[in-house]
C-alpha cells in the first residue's frame, strides 16, 4: 500500500466554483502534512502546511483527520491561476523523517 | 535571494551512458534533498542530507546511483550506467532544516535514448 494516495483526477471547474481534494495517508504514526501546487513543468511549490486544527490562508482551507487518516484541500472561488496539479505530502517513515508525496491532483478552471 | 539552482535544465543520453546533476542549494540551507519525479507522479525521494553528511539514502539505487554534498553546500549526483527507466525529472530541493520548508529547484530532465 502506498504512503500517501490522491485521486489524480483531472478536476475541471469552471471560475467562481468550489473545489475539493482529498488525500489519504497509511502511517498512523504520521506527523506532518502539507500541500504542495506544481505548475505544469515547474517544481514543486509549498501551498500551505496541514495544521491539526485545520488553517485558512485566503480562499484555500486545509483539514487534517487523524482518525481516518485524510487530508483535504478546499478551493473556494476558483481562478484561473489555480489550474495546477496539487501534490499532498506526509511526513512519515520509520524515522518519522521521510517525506512522501502523493501523485497529485490535476485542477483545471475553466473560463 | 537565489533558489535553488540546478544544472543542466535537460540532459538527453544514451542508455550505459554516465550522467551527473549538480544543485546549488539556497545560502545557509543545511539540509538537501535529491527526488526522482516520474511523468504523472509524486517526487520521490532518493537520498537526503544533513550538512556533508548522507542521512536517509534507502531509496537511492545504490549499484548505479551516487551522490555526495562535499563540504555541505553542492551537491552532485550521479547515474552510471544510465538505464531507458532513469528518465524522469530529477529536483533538487533545500530547507534549513528538517522541519522547515522545502525550496525546490528547476529540476533536471532527463532522457535516457
Known amino acids: 500500500r502506498k504512503e500517501v494516495e490522491q485521486d489524480p483526477g483531472p478536476f475541471n471547474v469552471p471560475e467562481g466554483a468550489t473545489v475539493a481534494f482529498n488525500c489519504t495517508y497509511s502511517n498512523s504514526a504520521s506527523q506532518s502534512f502539507f500541500w504542495y501546487r506544481q505548475d505544469c513543468r515547474k517544481e514543486p511549490k509549498l501551498l500551505m502546511s496541514v495544521y491539526s486544527s485545520g488553517n485558512e490562508d485566503g480562499r484555500f482551507t486545509a483539514q487534517l483527520n487523524r482518525a481516518s487518516q485524510y487530508i483535504s484541500l478546499l478551493i473556494r472561488d476558483s481562478k484561473l491561476s489555480d489550474s495546477a496539479t496539487y501534490l499532498c505530502?506526509?511526513?512519515?517513515?520509520?524515522?518519522?523523517?521521510?517525506?512522501?508525496f502523493g501523485t497529485g491532483t490535476s485542477l483545471t478552471v475553466i473560463p | 535571494e537565489a533558489g535553488v539552482v540546478q544544472s543542466p535544465r535537460y540532459k538527453i543520453i544514451e542508455k550505459k551512458q554516465p550522467v551527473a546533476f549538480w544543485c546549488n542549494p539556497i545560502?545557509?540551507?543545511?539540509?538537501l534533498y535529491w527526488y526522482r519525479q516520474n511523468l504523472g507522479q509524486g517526487p520521490e525521494l532518493l537520498i537526503r542530507y544533513e550538512n556533508e553528511e548522507a542521512v536517509d539514502d534507502s531509496q537511492l539505487p545504490k549499484d548505479r546511483f551516487s551522490a555526495e554534498r562535499l563540504k555541505g553546500v553542492d551537491s552532485t549526483l550521479k547515474i552510471q550506467p544510465a538505464e531507458l527507466g532513469d528518465s524522469a525529472v530529477y529536483l533538487c530541493?533545500?530547507?534549513?532544516?528538517?522541519?522547515?520548508?522545502?525550496?525546490f529547484g528547476p529540476g533536471t530532465r532527463l532522457l535516457v535514448l
Open positions: 545560502s545557509g540551507h543545511n539540509t
Open positions: 505530502v506526509v511526513k512519515a517513515g520509520s524515522t518519522g523523517n521521510q517525506f512522501y
Open positions: 530541493a533545500s530547507s534549513l532544516g528538517l522541519e522547515w520548508t522545502q525550496y
